[in-house]
């Protein structure tokens, strides 16, 4: 068993681990109760589990708690709130982008990290971005309308 100190959503946390290898994403989910990122394929391949560590989308389901102990890890929970929602969270409400909504987590903190690095992303460079998420029901069409309201400056 082991003590790590982490950064989660802003706040010092403290967690215990088995192996200091377990998945970031178990730890989240587990032990901080977080309801976001989702455990999808555990394969880094759909996306559904995605964080940010130091600003950069990472799939949490294959990087070691061990690895991230210095870094800033953001939930899909830490960008904003029910009554004052991160322009991303905003763009995707406005557009009705999801119908199931399990993968959210994967496109919201997807498109946060697209639209920092490229505030005017182009067509190329916003489905480069999304490249690797997967969406069973659907909803990719209005996805891509909510990132676009925002690289246009429609939000």
């Known amino acids: 068993m082991a003590e790590m100190s982490l ?4 706040r010092a946390v403290v967690v215990t681990v ?3 290898n377990t998945p ?3 730890v ?3 032990q901080l109760e977080l309801k976001n990122p989702r455990f999808g394929c ?11 560590v130091d600003g950069a989308p990472r799939r949490s389901c294959v990087v070691p708690v061990s690895a991230v102990r210095d870094a800033e890890i953001t939930t899909l929970e830490g960008l904003g709130t029910p009554d004052r929602p991160h322009p991303v969270q905003q763009a995707f409400i406005d557009e009705q982008a ?6 959210l987590n994967g496109w919201v903190m997807t498109a946060v990290a697209l639209v920092r690095q490229h505030p005017r992303a182009t067509e190329a460079q916003i489905r480069a971005a999304f490249a690797g998420l997967i969406c069973r029901c659907g909803s990719h069409m209005a996805i891509l309308r909510a990132v676009r309201r925002l690289t ?3 939000s």
């Not at 555990?42 to 940010?52: D, I, K, P, Y």
């Open 24 to 26: 970031l994403l178990y």
């Open 18 to 20: 088995d192996d200091e």
């Open 7 to 10: 950064r989660v959503n802003g």
């Open 98 to 103: 999801f119908f199931c909504g399990y993968c």
């Open 152 to 154: 246009a400056g429609l």
């Open 42 to 52: 555990g394969l880094a391949q759909c996306g559904a589990c995605t964080v940010h």
């Open 28 to 30: 989240l989910r587990d």
